[in-house]
């Protein structure tokens, strides 16, 4: 289906409204009840659970050789039973790499092209739905549901570490601890930034999404590139052009995770992000609004 024919439905539609066509609700309610949203939902919240019975079979962690910078610096995972806040933080730690990558991808570049592999879009335009408004309401709600994956990790995290560690400060890895009052707020800092940090997967999710009819091949080149990202990251002969790599940012939330908190790295890392990613939204708008939907 050409624009062209779209704008003609849309002219000859009485009380028609764009801004009245596919409901964000009903968008969310349609991605709520797909069997990929469950099954990646259980698989988050079961990962505290796995950690927990793994220290149990594992023993406590002792602290020996995770510190790396001398016996004042302790590791995250050298301190994971500490109490719940850090049981958390080590979930985080653990999984930000590539663990949620995964809901990202699958959510923004599961959007546009399962429509097309199921022949469904096409329909959905001669609705009528326009183009913008189609790509708007997916857009939202695929951020939406990342956005809840990310926090439903650390809030299962913290009611199962509650109930295996109990409640207590957070010991910083540089040393010291933060009292009761501050963890939550510092948490939620981490979350957001490891949200914002994914953004580049989302745009490029998002992207490929409206370039394909496979729902495997957008999730898939999302997650393959932000490998990509992280090898050529590892590259220290790349010396400072790392920094405009995504990848050199996404450990920055760490800075939150001190006695005084440091901003530099995760604005870099999150200037970064943002400005890939708005590159990336804004070119499949563009793209999607001159295709021609054949699905």
């Not at 964000?24 to 991605?31: D, K, P, S, T, Y």
């Not at 069997?35 to 019975?53: D, E, N, Q, S, W």
């Not at 932000?226 to 220290?236: M, S, W, Y």
């Amino acid at each position: 289906m050409s624009a062209a024919t779209e704008l003609r439905s849309l002219a000859e539609a009485p009380g028609y409204h764009p801004r009245r066509t596919l409901p964000l609700r009903v968008e969310a309610m349609r991605q709520l009840r797909r069997r990929r949203t469950l099954l990646m939902g259980g698989v988050l919240a079961a990962l505290p659970f796995v950690l927990i019975i793994a220290f149990a079979i594992g023993g406590t962690p002792d602290g020996e050789g995770g510190g790396g910078g001398g016996g004042s610096r302790i590791n995250l995972m050298d301190v994971a039973t500490e109490s719940a806040a850090n049981f958390a933080a080590t979930c985080l730690f653990v999984s930000a790499g590539f663990l949620l990558v995964v809901p990202v991808a699958l959510f923004c570049g599961d959007t546009v092209a399962s429509e097309a592999s199921w022949s469904s879009l096409r329909y959905l335009l001669a609705a009528p739905v326009p183009r913008a408004r189609l790509l708007w309401s997916k857009l939202v709600v695929a951020l939406g549901f990342s956005l809840a994956a990310m926090v439903l990790l650390p809030l299962v995290a913290l009611a199962a570490g509650a109930a295996a560690y109990g409640w207590g400060p957070l010991r910083l890895p540089t040393g010291g601890a933060l009292g009761t009052a501050d963890t939550v707020p510092r948490l939620a800092l981490v979350v957001a930034f490891v949200f914002v940090s994914q953004l580049v997967t989302a745009g490029l999710a998002f992207w490929l999404s409206t370039k394909t009819d496979a729902p495997l091949g957008a999730v898939g080149g999302a997650v393959g590139l932000t490998i990509v990202g992280n090898v050529l990251d590892a590259v220290t002969a790349l010396g400072s052009w790392r920094e405009f790599l995504p990848a050199h940012w996404q450990f920055a939330w760490a800075d939150a995770l001190q006695p005084e908190l440091e901003w530099g790295g995760m604005v870099k890392g999150a200037a970064v992000s943002v400005t890939y990613a708005l590159i990336l939204f804004a070119l499949a708008f563009r793209g999607f609004g001159r295709k021609d939907i054949v699905s």
